[in-house]
């Protein structure tokens, strides 16, 4: 398997957030949003073999799989984790792909579902988390939102979204309101809606998260 980058930190963002993890960020993304922090991964033109990083694999077992996204690679994750055999993995994924062969659920402990709205994509192309639909297959899971309104008004129609969203998939906002994680946005390093994200969890009662590793090192790799 190749990989962008693989390196041990602290997971900065959502329900594990400043606890230390392997962080295995994947290549190529089938989305493009236009604030995205990790664009280096979409074409990146070298990649690390799986075999330069071996060490890193076994020394440390609580793994955050990333990306890109990581649901392009379904059957070389789970032949990394049965070849590794990590004692705790996370996934981040935008929800855009489906999980092909249900035991693959099994290998993975937490779910981090990032759904992202056409609107915030460079093409407009199509962000539907149809993963969701398969929520009652994960041992456990969250549905992390990055929060894109920085007006009233906004935040309004955020809201719409949000709700218009969940019902699409048969999901009651009421019974995954525990599972819901709001994340701000940043412009490079700087927090441009921090205040806003806050208090939009706030008002309706969801958990918020901090970007932990843009917050102590902004804009750096490997960290």
Known sequence: MKFVEVFYSIQGEGKTA???RLILRVPECNLKCKWCDTKYSWSPKE?????????????????MITGGEPLLYQQEIQDLIVKYEPLWIELETSGTHLVHNEAFFDFI???NISPKRVEDQLDGRSTAPVLLTQVD???????????TAKTEEEANVY??????????YDISLVTVRDRI????????????????????ALNHGFNYTDRLHLRVWGIKRGV
């Open 109 to 111: 402990d937490l779910w």
């Open 18 to 20: 400043g606890q230390p």
């Open 47 to 63: 990649l690390i073999d799986e075999s330069e990083v071996a060490d890193l694999l076994r020394k440390y077992p609580f793994w």
């Open 159 to 168: 809201s719409s979204y949000l709700s218009t969203l969940l019902f699409s």
């Open 137 to 147: 297959n994960m041992t456990d899971y969250i549905i992390k939102f990055p929060y």
């Open 181 to 200: 994680w709001v994340m701000p946005l940043t412009d490079l390093d700087t927090f441009t809606n921090e205040k806003e994200a806050w208090n939009f």
